[in-house]
């Protein structure tokens, strides 16, 4: 099952269930360039067509499952689950002072890899991009400042 949704302002979202996944992909098209970042969750399988609120600048996105309904807010284009993290007490987290900014290292942590040079994120089985850029006449995914696509040629913007 997959569903399209319009938000206008070039963005859209695209859900769709596959097996026992959902899978929440958010497009976005900004002078002629396009980005994709998606998400999947492990739901179970639909028992329904999803709904979709607007709650100020956030999107809600509700997934009816055989188990309980999945809930989902999407700002700007990061997507978390209110199911399963809702926090029962706000707790404090300590801060500590820094002298110097140490540069930033690729992490590693468990299942849990960080990339912040070209902004790819995989935690468990979710995994998260974005600086994407995909060709407009075929749609390869391209390296961000390649000049050509390097499947049909095309010359990129
Ligand atoms: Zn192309």
Known sequence: ???QCDLGNGQSIYLHNQGDKTVITLC???QGQQQRSSSSFITGG?????????VNDAIRVKIPTATQEYVFSIVHNSITSLTDNE?????????????NMPPMPPMKMGDMSMNLGSMTMTMGNMSMSMGEKYCSQCGAKVNTNA?????CGHKLG
């Open 28 to 30: 976005s098209s900004n």
């Open 46 to 54: 639909w028992q329904g067509t999803p709904q979709i609120d607007r």
């Open 87 to 99: 926090p029962a007490q706000p707790e404090t987290i300590p801060l500590s002072p820094l002298q």
């Open 1 to 3: 099952m997959a569903f």
């Open 147 to 151: 000049k050509f696509c390097s499947e």
